[in-house]
C-alpha cells in the first residue's frame, strides 16, 4: 500500500484527552476511512498549548480547540478518492 500524502496529528496529551481529542480522532479515522482520504492519522505528546486544545497539527500547520465538527471541515480540503 502507497504511503499516504498528508498526516494529521492529534494530541494524545492529558489536557487534550481531557477535552475529548479521542472523539477528534475517531471522526478524523471515520472521515478519512469512509471518503478514502490520501491523509493519515497520528496521535503525538502535548504541544504545549495545552489551554487552547484538543490541538491538531494537519501537515505542519497547528489547529486549535478543534472539536470531532472542526475536525471534520478541516478534512474537507482533501479530495475524496474513488
Ligand atoms: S495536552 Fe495537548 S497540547 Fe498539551
Request: aromatic share 4%; charged share 35%.
Amino acid at each position: 500500500m502507497p504511503e499516504k500524502k498528508s498526516t494529521v496529528k492529534i494530541c494524545a496529551g492529558r489536557a487534550c484527552s481531557g477535552r475529548f481529542s479521542d472523539f477528534v480522532a475517531e471522526r478524523a479515522e471515520q472521515e478519512i476511512t469512509s471518503k478514502n482520504l490520501d491523509v493519515k492519522i497520528e496521535r503525538c505528546a502535548c504541544q504545549g498549548l495545552c489551554d487552547r486544545g484538543p490541538i491538531v497539527i494537519l501537515d505542519g500547520e497547528t489547529k486549535t480547540y478543534v472539536d470531532p465538527v472542526e475536525m471534520g471541515k478541516l478534512l474537507k480540503k482533501f479530495p475524496e478518492k474513488k
